[in-house]
């Protein structure tokens, strides 16, 4: 069982709505992660955060805007998407924030799917 | 910068055959060398890591992988292959500097196993 956990696991949703993805994780990990992963790629980095503060954006549009309430939790709120913007979602999360050493493992939750129509 | 090649974007063996996927890295610094798992749907596994601890690695399902500087190299083998092996496998690498984890992930490798 994965220690990262995603919710929803499917969406679909149209180009108008605004939805979010939720992810959780309780191992004590001070740095979480999005990450988008098309059909048959490797996954993407979109968002960093260390200790709760945005610490990587890879040039990411404005329609997914992330937020980190607390050290648990991870959204990625979804605005205004195109059809292109269907994906895998994933969230990790590692050991170590900005400046601490680790071994750089990420773990891994199993994905949102989300359909953009 | 740090960037990995992984040699071949579909491998298929056969059952109790020798699984052999390899991936070469490029880092300025000593980097940390991961493999990860994905089945089909779900998210990636770590299977085995290097941290700069002894070269060989062994991981999760029998999977072992050797980490050679001289070849810049970071393959992943198992003895025999069971059909549950069947998933798309990554290798990633980032620095060992201790600071956010930005990794670079090669292209994957699908492997597939035959009865």
């Known amino acids: 069982d994965t220690e990262v956990t995603q919710t929803p696991k499917h969406l679909v949703m149209g180009m108008t709505n605004k939805k979010s993805l939720k992810c959780e994780q309780h191992?004590?990990?001070?740095?979480m992660y999005w990450y988008k992963q098309k059909a048959k790629k490797p996954p993407e980095l979109m968002f960093v955060?260390?200790?709760?503060?945005?610490?990587i954006n890879e040039s990411v549009p404005s329609r997914f805007s992330p937020e980190c309430p607390n050290s648990s939790l991870l959204n990625l709120h979804l605005h205004a998407l195109q059809p292109e913007d269907s994906a895998l979602y994933l969230c990790?999360?590692?050991?170590?924030?900005?400046?601490?050493?680790?071994?750089?493992?990420?773990?891994f939750g199993e994905g949102s799917r989300l359909t953009v129509l | 910068a740090q960037s990995v090649t992984q040699l071949g974007s579909h491998v298929s063996v056969s059952e109790g055959a020798l699984v052999l996927l390899r991936c070469n890295y490029s880092?300025?610094?000593?980097?940390?060398l991961f493999w990860y798992v994905q089945y089909p749907n779900q998210g990636l596994q770590l299977l085995l890591k290097?941290?700069?601890?002894?070269?060989l690695v062994k991981g999760i399902n029998g999977f072992e992988a050797e980490f050679k500087k001289s070849e810049t190299s970071f393959h992943l083998t198992k003895p025999s292959a069971h059909m549950s092996d069947a998933a798309e496998y990554f290798c990633?690498?980032?620095?060992?500097?201790?600071?956010?984890?930005?990794?670079?992930f090669g292209k994957g490798t699908l492997l597939t196993v035959n009865p």
């Open positions: 990790a999360s590692s050991q170590g924030g900005q400046g601490r050493v680790g071994t750089g493992e990420l773990f």
């Open positions: 191992m004590g990990h001070r740095a």
């Open positions: 955060y260390s200790y709760e503060k945005l610490s």
């Open positions: 880092s300025s610094v000593p980097p940390y």
């Open positions: 290097y941290t700069s601890a002894a070269t």
């Open positions: 990633a690498v980032t620095s060992s500097g201790g600071s956010n984890y930005k990794l670079t």
